[in-house]
């Protein structure tokens, strides 16, 4: 780059940029900049030709405040004219101008294409840089369009300059980017290739780059790179760091290259040439040579140097997954970075062991540092390195030492950061069900883990354990005793009362002979947590009730009286009331044998792929799962609850009678097709068919509380899914048919929203919340015509004993398309034998 003589100053620029630097307060600062564009304005259009340095000058200035935040609206075509001179300065602030200024899709931009036309075809490499570096900076479309054939012509010219070379791969590597395209690679794939050769290492580090990033998509034109990388690589390790030295950074030869060396090499398999793969294999182990020699320098730039390349020498190894020794020679210098000083170290070590735990070569390397990996989750400050280790225990883990880590993991889940600990909960959970000897250890973990971190125990996770202890008889006993004697402490987890409801009301017969946990004191036991739970744990348990009557005969007139108490009978929830009203009747009308057909035992569930594993997966991507799924290094482990369906999409899929125990929610039933034109309206907002996967959603009654959000009072149209009018129908087109009238109204039996009344003119929709003894509701109709309604003028009727507060009706006329609504601004009133009679 030429030197810039002292002429080329700018006096003027050094005084605007002090007077701006010693303004006292914004005003100031805005006074004089507004002072300074008026004298650059006056200027530019004045009559006197500027020279230009005067030119350089004032764009140097407009260049400076837009720097500031100020918006420049003018001077964009004294930049470009800047480009026609032939003064390195000068040409150097319009190019620079232009890049930090012009927009791509500015009109000055086949001008400034011109001049960098020009300047590409001057031969002079300064300009030639310059021109280069403006068109990677705007990296337009349209200047890829212009110059996306030019660029690797220049790159593979035998004339041109390394330092033109090493703008003109960037570039290219920019408009690639960009517009991939745009550059036609075909002819000039086997030259850029051979950039790699280039005596200039600056040239090869800029064609390295461009090279990986070409491969990735077209891996099968650019696949002889491998043996000249490798060349070039074996020439970087084995000099010293005297033989290059205008590229060794803290007594490291040429760090970056080596490292985008590296990485290129992991576009592609291991080679096939026995000659080039041994010299791959011996650059490999000089590096892992070289990070055992004591370092040259104390200085930090040189161990980060040294260890950049060596981490990148790993990833390479662990890449290719064939040379056993230098899996494990990997690993044990990874191994040495776990107690090392620098955190950064620490967690890179542990993550690179990650992936090395997955190989079969290298797995039994990583398990000796299984007690490194443990003092570090204990002890680590950062929660992200204890993150990892966490990540590498789960990896490491398998038959011979999943007792140990699920026990470190469970202890440390006590005192783990609260964003961790549902990771945590379900690696222990997969852990437990994967590696489980015998089935009551399982049964413990899982236990222990709900008492430890009930809050984030998934409704998976017990589940999952429900399905196990369902499906294999021999430990049925042990789990309904050690539930018995879980629920049994003072402050038992919601999570834990269920589980404990679901196995006590399927296998409580098991413990029933010991009289500590008699029929009655099971009962009593679960009695006593049901005023404590949510609406749906009460559910399960009183689906656990009715199952003690058929179990426990002797139990039946105590269980009947709770469910003939008040409080279920009239309970403001519809579910419980529902449950134990049909319960009540079930157990008193009939027979014993018809009630041991209807409660009988749960059937085993279907085998499928354990609904835990698949969740660890959405929340740590494809990979999570690798230590489960990679069956090489242990291929006798198998699924406790059986195989494994290829398909996840069934993991929660429960069995019909599942409904009993009130563990899934019902499925929605068929929705009635949906009317076209402007009958869209309501559809979508009565719709109780959530579009999430079955078992895995919110309980029927979380979904029924989240859905009756009531709207703004200002807003009546909130709840409405598309208000716009649909598109205007013709008489003709009345859409599909209409369900009969009792159809709708015999979904209300079970639901408080949906379409009350529809023909081919009106929709009547109703959503309703009721809480105790308040009430709600929301009438909304719906002109499905194209024509307004003229006189609109709804009309409620009420019992005389229902006290109401009703707002107005929509004004009339209703317009076509249109939803009126009636709000209810506060809650309407209803006598206790209102709201049931209504029901």
Known sequence: MPAVSKGDGMRGLAVFISDIRNCKSKEAEIKRINKELANIRSKFKGDK????????????????????????DFGHMEAVNLLSSNKYTEKQIGYLFISVLVNSNSELIRLINNAIKNDLASRNPTFMCLALHCIANVGSREMGEAFAADIPRILVAGDSMDSVKQSAALCLLRLYKASPDLVPMGEWTARVVHLLNDQHMGVVTAAVSLITCLCKKNPDDFKTCVSLAVSRLSRIVSSASTDLQDYTYYFVPAPWLSVKLLRLLQCYPPPEDAAVKGRLVECLETVLNKAQEPPKSKKVQHSNAKNAILFETISLIIHYDSEPNLLVRACNQLG???????????????????TLASSEFSHEAVKTHIDTVINALKTERDVSVRQRAADLLYAMCDRSNAKQIVSEMLRYLETADYAIREEIVLKVAILAEKYAVDYSWYVDTILNLIRIAGDYVSEEVWYRVLQIVTNRDDVQGYAAKTVFEALQAPACHENMVKVGGYILGEFGNLIAGDPRSSPPVQFSLLHSKFHLCSVATRALLLSTYIKFINLFPETKATIQGVLRAGSQLRNADVELQQRAVEYLTLSSVASTDVLATVLEEMPPFPERESSILAKLKRKKGPGAGSALDDSRRDPSSHDINGGVEPTPSTVSTP???????GLRAAPPPAAPPAPSGAGNLLVDVFSDSPAAQPGLGPSPEEAFLSELEPPAPESPMALLADPAPAADAGPEDIGPPIPEADELLNKFVCRNNGVLFENQLLQIGVKSEFRQNLGRMYLFYGNKTSVQFQNFSPTVVHPGDLQTHILSAWPSPAPPGSTPMIPVPRPVTWPLRALHSLR
């Open 336 to 354: 040495q970075f776990l107690q090392h000083r620098e955190t950064n170290l620490r967690y890179l070590a542990l993550e690179s062991m990650c």
């Open 655 to 661: 069995s019909p009678s599942a409904d009993l125990l």
């Open 49 to 72: 030709a500027l020279d230009g340095y005067s030119k350089k000058k004032y764009v140097c200035k407009l260049l400076f405040i837009f720097l500031l935040g100020h918006d420049i």
